[in-house]
């Protein structure tokens, strides 16, 4: 199954995105996943990574729509939220330090954290990509 939504760079749209991955994802895969522990898990991710898109990539082009990609291959998940911005150079990256009182680069530690794989692709034809991975879990009958 593959799915796309195009969205305004507006941070009041967040329930939408979450709203329209969670619905396809729970279509397709009825009450086969634990969805209390994975919607939570996916909330998360989306959340950092959509917002980010906003704040960071649009804050000068608010015009401009977020595209949001997924696509689940029996229980392989690939979430691809593209932005048009000027794009982050993953190499001035350096990963929090908890004893020092940082305020942001958390985004990139926690979709680390949750997901199976994070990508960042810097302009490809005129856009950035950010690609999440996972494998969604059986639901176990513990």
């Keep these: 199954m593959k799915s796309e939504l195009h969205v305004p760079s507006d941070l009041s749209f967040i329930n939408i995105v979450e709203d329209w991955l969670l619905g396809c994802l729970q279509v397709q895969l009825g009450e086969s996943v634990d969805w209390p522990k994975q919607s939570s898990r996916l909330r998360l991710v989306l959340v950092e990574a959509y917002s980010n898109a906003v704040r960071h ?6 015009s401009l729509p977020i595209l949001l990609r997924f696509e689940l ?6 979430i691809e939220i593209w932005d048009y911005g000027e794009g982050f150079d993953m190499s001035t990256y350096f990963p929090p330090n908890p004893m020092e009182k940082q305020e942001g680069g958390y985004g990139w530690l926690i979709m680390n954290r949750l997901m199976d794989k994070v990508e ?3 302009q490809v034809n005129g856009a950035n990509c950010l690609k999440l991975e996972m494998i969604l879990p059986e639901l176990s009958n513990s």
Excluded: I, V
Aim: a positive charge; proline letters at 7%; zero cysteines.
């Design 57 to 62: 990539a649009h804050k000068e082009k608010p």
């Design 73 to 78: 291959k029996d229980r392989n998940l690939s």
């Design 120 to 122: 960042y692709q810097l």
